[in-house]
Each structure stands twice: as structure tokens, then as C-alpha cells.
């Protein structure tokens, strides 16, 4: 249940949500990204539109995947 709430979030939602399960802060993402921190905000803005590379390096960094898997297989992913 919680898997399937979860992959429903906006996708700059669930890179704040691991970045900050990772215990790291924007500044400290930024600094492993080689990047300013206001890049980090925009990515994790649901006011922004992320470049898709901007999020699968920042997804990297909080060694995380980003997967595109379809509706009909969410259910069976979200009960393993």
C-alpha cells in the first residue's frame, strides 16, 4: 500500500522524500551533484519541470533508481 502511495507522489516529491531519508540536506545533494543548491530546490519543486537527467543524477547520488513500471504490475511490485 505504502509502495503504490509512494510511486503516485510527483517524482520531485520522491527524490525529497529519499534525499531526506538519507539524512542529507539540499547543500550536501548539491555538493555531491557539483552543483549550486537552488538546482536542487528547482528539481525537488513540484512548481518546476525537472529535466529528466537532472533527476536520474540526483536519484544516483541518494542511491536511488529512478523506473518506469507499468499500472499493471504496481500492485504485484507493491505487495512484495
Keep these: 500500500e505504502h509502495t ?3 510511486a503516485e507522489l510527483p517524482l520531485p516529491t520522491q527524490l ?3 534525499r531526506r ?3 542529507l540536506s539540499q547543500r550536501a545533494l ?3 551533484l557539483k552543483v549550486l543548491q537552488p538546482h536542487v530546490a528547482r528539481t525537488e519543486s513540484t512548481r ?3 529535466r529528466i537527467s537532472s533527476v ?3 536519484a544516483k547520488a541518494v542511491r536511488c533508481h ?3 513500471v507499468p499500472d499493471e504490475e ?3 511490485i507493491a505487495v512484495a
Design 4 to 6: 503504490k502511495l509512494f
Design 16 to 18: 525529497a522524500i529519499m
Design 21 to 23: 531519508r538519507r539524512k
Design 30 to 32: 548539491a555538493k555531491k
Design 48 to 50: 518546476h519541470d525537472p
Design 56 to 58: 536520474v543524477r540526483a
Design 66 to 68: 529512478v523506473l518506469l
Design 74 to 76: 504496481l500492485e504485484r
